[in-house]
């Protein structure tokens, strides 16, 4: 049988020489894989070589730019590295034989590889985490001797410290952090138990939830009149012209707006008509009185139609005054477009406009269901509105509702009002976010309360 010997390819320490100082110039491992795989024949002859890691598989295959890993051939060379490296128990070259393999591998032996093989194990380096064992199978026609075996080692070692030098491991690799943090745990597990540094993390991580917090919910706000005097249309009818514009500010007695007064002003026209009409019935029943005994007797019904007439006529004289509607107070006069008002029937007791001060205003807030927290009277709120998302409106809580009331959005929440710690130049009906703060918890349940009340609601104990 020929062996493969070192003076085929001239000295060897030169080449081995040559072959180091280019591994230590590769620009990355892909280079030194190529490198590997393809230029040790210059060290010892051989046909064919693969390159195996046991994270990845066949990484680099002699003679081929990219391997196919579905290819066959590709497949079949994994298993068989897989198995060579479990009976690799030293990190040294060693020569391989199909006998060595099972018996489905061993049958293809001779269609994917020469007679003769040599299996170059690489080791993990628990220095560099992420790597993984690997090793390098190089076959061919002719017998590997002893001396190619000792120089193959000599150069897999310098390959393996460029390789190592080269790695860098995926930044989401599991394996890699599970490394490192069983590196880290075995590092600090030789100290006393309270010197441990994961053992320092969880006490400081369960002191940290025990520190006092102010539980506080979130929920949309607004700035609303204090104590506005809300105008409601005082009878049926159809609004006939506005004389204020909305946000404008009245004085108390001003005239706000006024219904159409045709109807009413005809109305009671034929009521005054009618009562004169009663009237002078009645005075000619009181002069047939005087010879007639029969007139004395309709004088009393007269008199009771006149009555009548004359509160009809009374009433829509009220109804005519009050369909010009003054304003209660000095304010702000808050109401929509006049022009959605103007022809638009009305009932009585529909509210049309409010009339607030501008110096009395409060946070509305509208408290979800689920954020449902203890409120004290006086609890601190702030508004943060959109407008002024930097400066917060500082108010106390003056009322939360006990029953959930529907929202103008169909939602059910609890309404909130607060009374502002100071005066504010922002006008009514800016809205923002409303902070509520609440009693002072613990900040594990602070982080926990809302994960808990949602797998609560599917847990029956």
Aim: with cysteine.
């Amino acid at each position: 049988m020929t062996t493969a010997t070192l003076t085929d390819a001239g000295n060897p320490l030169l080449v081995l020489l040559d072959l180091g100082h280019r591994a230590r110039a590769a620009a990355g491992v892909e280079e030194l894989g190529f490198l590997l795989v393809n230029d040790s024949r210059l060290l010892v002859p051989y046909r064919q070589a693969a390159l195996w890691f046991e994270a990845g598989g066949i990484r680099t295959l002699s003679g081929v730019m990219q391997p196919e890993g579905n290819a066959p051939y590709a497949q079949w060379l994994d298993k068989v590295c897989r198995v060579l490296a479990k009976a690799s128990d030293a990190p040294a070259p060693r020569r391989v034989a199909a006998d060595e393999l099972p018996a489905e591998l061993a049958a293809e032996w001779q269609e994917w590889l020469p007679a003769e093989a040599l299996w170059l194990p690489l080791a993990a380096s628990r220095e560099h985490p992420g790597t993984s064992a690997g090793g390098l199978l190089l076959a061919g026609d002719i017998h590997f001797g002893d001396d190619a075996l000792v120089l193959l080692g000599e150069w897999m070692q310098v390959w393996r410290h460029a390789w190592l030098a080269c790695f860098r491991p995926p930044a989401w690799s599991l394996g890699l952090w599970r490394q490192r943090f069983r590196d880290w745990r075995a590092h600090h597990r030789q100290r006393r138990w309270w010197r441990r540094r994961p053992n320092q993390l969880a006490l400081g991580l369960v002191l940290l939830l025990f520190i006092p917090v102010r539980l506080t919910v979130l929920a949309p706000g607004e700035l609303v009149p204090a104590n506005p005097a809300v105008i409601r249309a005082p009878l049926d009818g159809v609004i006939g012209q506005f004389h204020v514009q909305p946000n404008e500010a009245v004085k108390a007695g001003q005239l706000l707006f006024s219904f159409d007064e045709a109807p009413i002003a005809s109305r009671l026209e034929v009521a005054r008509q009618a009562l004169a009409t009663a009237e002078a019935e009645y005075r000619q029943f009181a002069q047939l009185a005087l010879s007639d005994a029969k007139s004395k007797g309709q004088l009393a019904v007269l008199i009771g139609k006149i009555g009548e007439k004359r509160a009809e006529a009374e009433f829509l004289a009220s109804q005519f005054e009050r369909s010009r509607v003054l304003a209660p107070q000095d304010g702000v006069a808050i109401f929509d477009d006049p022009s959605e008002w103007i022809g638009r029937p009305v009932q009585t007791g529909e509210r049309v406009m409010r009339v607030a001060a501008s110096h009395e205003v409060e946070i509305e807030a509208w408290v979800p269901i689920g954020d449902a927290i203890r409120l004290d009277e006086g609890a601190p709120v702030n508004l943060y509105l959109a407008a002024s998302p930097f400066s917060a409106v500082a108010g106390g809580l003056r009322y939360l509702n006990h029953d959930a009331a529907p929202r103008p959005d169909g939602s059910y929440a609890y309404r909130a009002r607060a009374t502002l710690t100071a005066a504010t130049g922002h006008r009514v009906g800016l809205k923002g976010t409303a902070k509520l703060h609440g009693g002072w918890v613990p900040l594990g349940y602070w982080m926990l309360r809302r994960p808990l009340a949602s797998i609560r609601q599917f847990i029956a104990i």
